[in-house]
T-cell receptor, first 114, second 113 residues
């Protein structure tokens, strides 16, 4: 079946603009994760959604970052008033509920702030 | 707090040589262990996972890993690497009580011709 889909694949924008990144998880996956990966670095956890529970927002770096997810469907990550340090690849992953289930990743959105 | 350590940030190896990528974790409870691979400009792909049972786990592309509870390690091995194995490899751990994965910093596998 279809994997995790992220859009856009690339986004270039000017400093100070808002951006919205989209993630369409695998159908039936109740868990959804957003990560940030800076050039040449590992994964930085941003936010985690599990079904209709309150999301774990502990990884969001500032109040400029927010994310939404309705039920078990699409999620959007919004970055307001972008800064150059926001340049990175933003990866989305989804999985079934249980902790022994692997995460399935999209190909990411490469965000470049000019 | 639980943590995952990948001891090498880069591992250069000649083509057709064996390779081992090291991963150690800190946890006193039962864990689930995963290795992911990230090819250039792509997302992460599951290589293999240990949930229970046999401590030697085989994955895709000829990779295998061995769970060692006493040493809290889950090292990844391949007997003969190819140019196509050039990628970054991430080790990750989860616990029963927490759906999130704790990630290592990654190891870049560099294949020398």
């Amino acid at each position: 079946g279809a994997g995790v889909s992220q859009s856009p694949s690339n986004k270039v924008t000017e400093k100070g603009k808002d951006v919205e990144l989209r993630c369409d998880p695998i159908s039936g996956h109740t868990a959804l994760y957003w990560y940030r990966q800076r050039l040449g670095q590992g994964l930085e956890f941003l936010i985690y959604f599990q079904g209709n529970s309150a999301p774990d927002k502990s990884g969001l770096p500032s109040d400029r970052f927010s994310a939404e997810r309705t039920g078990e469907s699409v999620s959007t990550l919004t970055i307001q008033r972008t800064q150059q340090e926001d340049s990175a690849v933003y990866l989305c992953a989804s999985s079934f509920k249980y902790s022994n289930q692997p995460q399935h990743f999209g190909d990411g959105t490469r965000l470049s702030i000019l | 707090a639980q943590s995952v350590t990948q001891l090498d940030s880069q591992v250069p190896v000649f083509e057709e040589a064996p390779v081992e990528l090291r991963c150690n974790y800190s946890s006193s409870v039962s864990v689930y262990l995963f290795w992911y691979v990230q090819y250039p400009n792509q997302g992460l792909q599951l290589l293999l996972k240990y949930l229970s049972g046999s401590t030697l786990v085989k994955g895709i592309n000829g990779f295998e890993a061995e769970f060692n509870k006493s040493q809290t390690s889950f090292h990844l091995r391949k007997p003969s690497v190819h140019i196509s194995d050039t990628a970054e490899y991430f080790c990750a751990v989860s616990q029963d009580s927490n759906y999130q994965l704790i990630w290592g910093a990654g190891t870049k596998l560099i294949i020398k011709p």
